[in-house]
C-alpha cells in the first residue's frame, strides 16, 4: 500500500549522501550564513599533521564545530590558542562523510582587535586633519651622524640587529635609551626615552620594536607617542613591526622603515662606499687637470705659429711660466687632497680598530656609571621626601588621637560593649560603665546622675 505522506514515495527513497548532499547546498548557499563573523572562546583546539586546525568555538548558550584550514591559517599572525576569546570570519558547511555542520574559518582575529582598529583609524584622521603627516615638515636625515638614539627594549633584538648595521657601515657612537615597548605603560616609557635623547643631542633618533599583533604594537598608536615624534628636535625614523605593519608613529616620523636594520642602513652612510667615491673624485679631478694641461700645451703651441718670433718667444716664455705655475698648484693641490684623504682613512682605520672600540666601551661604561648615579641620588632624594612626609602625617595623626588625651588625666567613659558614652541620656541610673585611663580601666555604676 502506497504511502501517503508529501514527498518520494516510500518505494522511492532518498540515500543518506544525497540528504546530506541537499543539505549542505542549502547551509553553502543561505546569504545568512556565508561572510560572516562569529565570536567565542576557543576550545578543544587540535592540529593535524596537515596543519589544519580544529576546534570548538563556544559561548554561555551554545557550541560550533570549525574548521581552520592550513592555507588560511598561515596567513595568520598568530596560531589559535585554547581558551582565547577570538571573532572568526568565514561560513557554514557540512562535512558529508559524518554529516556533521560545521563552520569553515578563513580568518581569526583576537576578540577586541575591531575597537582598537577603529581607535587607530579616527586617531590616524584627526592627527591628519592638524597637520602632523604633512610632507612639507619632514627633515631630511643628516649625511654623517655621529650620535644615534636608539628608543627600543634593551633585551629585543632590535638594538643588537642596529649595532650589527653600524658595525659593518659606519662605526658611530649609539645610544640606547631603555624603554617598555609592549603593555599599558609603554607609550609613558618611549616618551620619556625620547625625552633623554634628546638631552643627551643625538643627531638622528630611531625607535621601534620587532612585529606583533596590533594590541602589541598599540604603544605606538598612542597619541602621546605621536605628539613627541612630531615634536622631536631631531630627525625621527619609525621602524615598529615588519613591513606590512604600519602604526601612527610611522605616518608622523620623517622617515619609515620596514625593519630596524632598513632604519640603520637609512640613518647611517656605507663607509666603504663613501670611500670609493672619494677615490673616484679625486681620480677625476687628476683626469681633468692633465687635460686641461695638454689643452695649455695645444694652445701654446698654436700660438708660438702665429705671433712672431721676437714675440713669440716672449709670449711662450710667459706662457712656460704660467704652466709651472699651474704645475705646482696642481701638485700642490693634489698633494693636499691625497693627504686630506690619507687623513680621512686613518681616523676610519682608528675608529674601526680595537683600541677605538676599546675607547667607545669605556665611555658607554662611563655614560651609564653616571646615569646610574644620578638615578641613584633622584631615587634618593624622593625616599628622603617620602619619609618626610610620612613623619608629618604620623605627627598629625598622633595628634588627633583620643587616646593621646588620657595621657593628660583623662578618662573616657565606654557602656559594656566597649563603646563610647557621648552623651549623659545614653546612661541610666545603676548601668555599669567603665572608664578608660592612660594605665587601665575603670568600672563604676551610675548611682545618680544630672543633665545640662
Given at each position: 500500500m502506497p504511502d501517503e505522506r508529501k514527498g518520494k514515495s516510500l518505494s522511492d527513497p532518498v540515500t543518506v549522501t544525497e540528504f546530506n548532499t541537499a543539505a549542505r547546498i542549502l547551509l553553502v548557499e543561505s546569504e545568512g550564513?556565508?561572510?560572516?563573523?562569529?565570536?567565542?572562546?576557543?576550545?578543544?583546539?587540535?592540529?593535524?599533521?596537515?596543519?589544519?586546525?580544529?576546534?570548538?568555538?563556544?559561548?554561555?548558550?551554545?557550541?560550533?564545530?570549525?574548521t581552520l584550514f592550513r592555507g588560511a591559517a598561515s596567513r595568520l599572525r598568530k596560531?589559535?590558542?585554547?581558551?582565547?576569546?577570538?571573532?572568526?570570519?568565514?561560513?557554514?558547511?557540512?562535512?558529508?562523510?559524518?554529516?556533521?555542520?560545521?563552520?569553515?574559518?578563513?580568518?581569526?582575529?583576537?576578540?577586541?582587535?575591531?575597537?582598537?582598529?577603529?581607535?587607530?583609524?579616527?586617531l590616524k584622521e584627526r592627527l591628519r586633519g592638524e597637520g602632523l603627516f604633512d610632507e612639507s615638515r619632514k627633515r631630511p636625515l643628516p649625511r654623517y651622524p655621529d650620535r644615534v638614539g636608539v628608543v627600543t627594549s634593551p633585551t629585543g633584538s632590535v638594538i643588537r640587529d642596529i649595532i650589527n648595521v653600524a658595525s659593518r657601515r659606519y662605526p658611530c657612537e649609539i645610544f640606547l635609551a631603555p624603554a617598555q615597548v609592549q603593555g599599558d605603560r609603554a607609550a609613558q616609557s618611549i616618551v620619556k626615552a625620547m625625552g633623554l635623547l634628546e638631552e643627551l643631542g643625538v643627531d638622528v633618533m630611531i625607535i621601534g620594536r620587532g612585529g606583533g599583533s596590533l594590541e602589541d604594537l598599540w604603544p605606538f598608536n598612542e597619541e602621546s607617542v605621536a605628539r613627541a615624534v612630531y615634536a622631536c628636535s631631531v630627525p625621527v625614523i619609525s621602524a615598529v613591526g615588519h613591513?606590512?605593519?604600519?602604526?601612527?608613529?610611522?605616518?608622523?616620523?620623517?622617515?619609515?622603515?620596514?625593519?630596524?636594520?632598513?632604519?640603520?642602513e637609512m640613518a647611517l652612510p656605507d663607509l666603504n662606499l663613501e670611500l670609493r667615491h672619494l677615490m673616484q673624485v679625486s681620480l677625476h679631478a687628476d683626469r681633468?687637470?692633465?687635460?686641461?694641461?695638454?689643452?695649455?700645451?695645444?694652445?701654446?703651441?698654436?700660438?708660438?705659429?702665429?705671433?712672431?718670433?721676437?714675440?713669440?718667444?716672449?709670449?711662450?716664455?710667459?706662457?712656460?711660466?704660467?704652466?709651472?705655475?699651474?704645475?705646482?698648484?696642481?701638485?700642490?693641490?693634489?698633494?693636499?687632497?691625497?693627504?686630506?684623504?690619507?687623513?680621512?682613512?686613518?681616523?676610519?682605520?682608528?675608529?674601526?680598530?680595537?683600541l677605538h672600540a676599546a675607547d667607545e666601551v669605556e665611555s658607554a661604561r662611563l655614560r651609564r656609571d653616571e646615569l646610574a648615579r644620578r638615578a641613584d641620588a633622584a631615587a634618593a632624594l624622593r625616599l628622603r621626601e617620602r619619609r618626610s612626609a610620612l613623619d608629618s602625617l604620623e605627627g598629625r595623626m598622633g595628634a588627633l588621637d583620643p587616646l593621646r588625651v588620657l595621657d593628660r588625666g583623662y578618662g573616657m567613659l565606654m557602656d559594656q560593649e566597649g563603646r563610647p558614652i557621648p552623651s549623659v541620656r545614653c546612661v541610666g541610673l545603676d548601668d555599669t560603665v567603665t572608664v578608660r585611663m592612660h594605665d587601665g580601666s575603670l568600672r563604676a555604676v551610675v548611682k545618680e546622675k544630672e543633665e545640662y
Amino acid at each position: 500500500m502506497p504511502d501517503e505522506r508529501k514527498g518520494k514515495s516510500l518505494s522511492d527513497p532518498v540515500t543518506v549522501t544525497e540528504f546530506n548532499t541537499a543539505a549542505r547546498i542549502l547551509l553553502v548557499e543561505s546569504e545568512g550564513l556565508r561572510d560572516i563573523w562569529v565570536g567565542g572562546e576557543i576550545s578543544n583546539l587540535k592540529r593535524s599533521a596537515a596543519g589544519h586546525y580544529y576546534f570548538t568555538l563556544k559561548d554561555e548558550g551554545s557550541e560550533l564545530n570549525c574548521t581552520l584550514f592550513r592555507g588560511a591559517a598561515s596567513r595568520l599572525r598568530k596560531a589559535p590558542e585554547d581558551k582565547e576569546k577570538v571573532l572568526v570570519f568565514g561560513h557554514a558547511d557540512l562535512y558529508l562523510p559524518r554529516g556533521s555542520y560545521q563552520f569553515n574559518v578563513s580568518d581569526l582575529r583576537a576578540e577586541g582587535v575591531g575597537d582598537l582598529h577603529a581607535r587607530f583609524q579616527e586617531l590616524k584622521e584627526r592627527l591628519r586633519g592638524e597637520g602632523l603627516f604633512d610632507e612639507s615638515r619632514k627633515r631630511p636625515l643628516p649625511r654623517y651622524p655621529d650620535r644615534v638614539g636608539v628608543v627600543t627594549s634593551p633585551t629585543g633584538s632590535v638594538i643588537r640587529d642596529i649595532i650589527n648595521v653600524a658595525s659593518r657601515r659606519y662605526p658611530c657612537e649609539i645610544f640606547l635609551a631603555p624603554a617598555q615597548v609592549q603593555g599599558d605603560r609603554a607609550a609613558q616609557s618611549i616618551v620619556k626615552a625620547m625625552g633623554l635623547l634628546e638631552e643627551l643631542g643625538v643627531d638622528v633618533m630611531i625607535i621601534g620594536r620587532g612585529g606583533g599583533s596590533l594590541e602589541d604594537l598599540w604603544p605606538f598608536n598612542e597619541e602621546s607617542v605621536a605628539r613627541a615624534v612630531y615634536a622631536c628636535s631631531v630627525p625621527v625614523i619609525s621602524a615598529v613591526g615588519h613591513e606590512t605593519d604600519y602604526s601612527i608613529s610611522d605616518f608622523v616620523a620623517d622617515r619609515r622603515a620596514e625593519t630596524p636594520s632598513a632604519a640603520a642602513e637609512m640613518a647611517l652612510p656605507d663607509l666603504n662606499l663613501e670611500l670609493r667615491h672619494l677615490m673616484q673624485v679625486s681620480l677625476h679631478a687628476d683626469r681633468a687637470l692633465a687635460r686641461r694641461l695638454k689643452d695649455c700645451s695645444r694652445d701654446f703651441r698654436s700660438l708660438d705659429q702665429r705671433l712672431a718670433p721676437r714675440r713669440a718667444a716672449e709670449r711662450l716664455a710667459q706662457l712656460m711660466q704660467r704652466t709651472d705655475e699651474l704645475s705646482a698648484n696642481a701638485a700642490r693641490a693634489a698633494a693636499a687632497r691625497s693627504e686630506r684623504a690619507a687623513s680621512r682613512l686613518d681616523r676610519w682605520e682608528y675608529r674601526l680598530s680595537p683600541l677605538h672600540a676599546a675607547d667607545e666601551v669605556e665611555s658607554a661604561r662611563l655614560r651609564r656609571d653616571e646615569l646610574a648615579r644620578r638615578a641613584d641620588a633622584a631615587a634618593a632624594l624622593r625616599l628622603r621626601e617620602r619619609r618626610s612626609a610620612l613623619d608629618s602625617l604620623e605627627g598629625r595623626m598622633g595628634a588627633l588621637d583620643p587616646l593621646r588625651v588620657l595621657d593628660r588625666g583623662y578618662g573616657m567613659l565606654m557602656d559594656q560593649e566597649g563603646r563610647p558614652i557621648p552623651s549623659v541620656r545614653c546612661v541610666g541610673l545603676d548601668d555599669t560603665v567603665t572608664v578608660r585611663m592612660h594605665d587601665g580601666s575603670l568600672r563604676a555604676v551610675v548611682k545618680e546622675k544630672e543633665e545640662y
